[in-house]
């Protein structure tokens, strides 16, 4: 960025050239000098290229003089800082990494396709605070709310299903360990987004106790319902015999998931396919958008030094050359 801090001072520039014009005119019709009557014609005399040079010192002297007025004009280079603050988002993701995650109804598994949407989640919201937690008999923190998604990202890579014996549901409990995860947030808006395909059937805490707590924190929770309905393929492992897929009846408690989402004046969403739960997660992106707050300022570096030296180097030149070769005698 350029500019001149005092650019008022360049209106004398034209006043320059004008007065160059007429000093040279003037040099050309009006000097005093000493006249042969028909030298010329007898005489064919080089012109000399001092004289081509005297020719040029009026237009010497003006553009020392353009250079003095530019640097006075004070040229000034800026850069421009911007300093973005946001306002935004603190959101804590609670997945849900129980045995039933791993029906086929998406594909590979409901646990892939949600794990993979999440991931794309976090990268849309690079100025928003994000964290995980997980959940299937026991609830427990991945990764607390941060900027570095990309730390975030590979915390959201090693999720994987919950140990045989810590299957099972712990809803509330989730719940519960994300709205923690908040307590102490001063952003402006505190979101928990519940992913399950589930009851809840495990945990001290219930989804409605958490459901309060959150609402006592101004803290919203989107719940999401992950599943076909009906019936999905799940692997069941028979030991000896392998695994094989077999077909299940979907247990999702849509009624508590519901009741979370409005005692926290948030929304419940349905996602039966991977393109429902992509469609559901744009959905929350577009309505916890972050609000941002943006400053500039220009820094300037003064830049008259580069017109000014070089000015007081054309006028040095000039003055040697009217002492000397260029002398006049009056």
Known sequence: MFRF??????????????????????????????????????????????????????????????LIVVSVARPQAGSRIENVSTLGVDIVVALDISGSMKAQDFRP???EVARKTVHRFVEGRSLDRIGLVVFAALATTRCPLTLDHEMLGQFLEQVDFAPRDQDGTAMGMG???????????????????????GVNNRGQIGPSAAAEAAKALEIRVYTIG???????????????LGTRIVMQPVELDEEVLQQIAETTGGQYFRATDEDGLRSTFDTIDELEKTEIESRMRVVY?????????????????????????LRRIP
């Open 5 to 66: 801090a005092t650019p008022w001072f360049l209106l004398f520039v034209p006043v320059v050239i004008a007065a160059a014009w007429a000093l040279a005119r003037r040099r050309r019709r009006g000097d005093a000098r000493l006249v042969l009557p028909q030298a010329g014609t007898r005489v064919r005399m080089a012109v000399s290229p001092w004289v081509r040079i005297e020719r040029l010192v009026p237009w010497l002297r003006a553009l020392v003089l353009i």
């Open 175 to 197: 719940l519960a360990t994300a709205v923690n995860r908040l307590r102490e947030s001063e952003a402006r808006s505190k979101v928990v987004v519940l992913v399950t395909d």
């Open 301 to 325: 570096s003064e830049l008259f030094g580069w017109a000014l030296l070089p000015g007081i180097g054309l006028l040095l030149v000039e003055r040697l050359l009217l002492g000397s070769r």
């Open 226 to 240: 992950v599943g076909s309905e009906g019936e999905a393929p799940v692997p069941v492992d028979y030991g000896p």
């Open 109 to 111: 598994n409901r646990l």
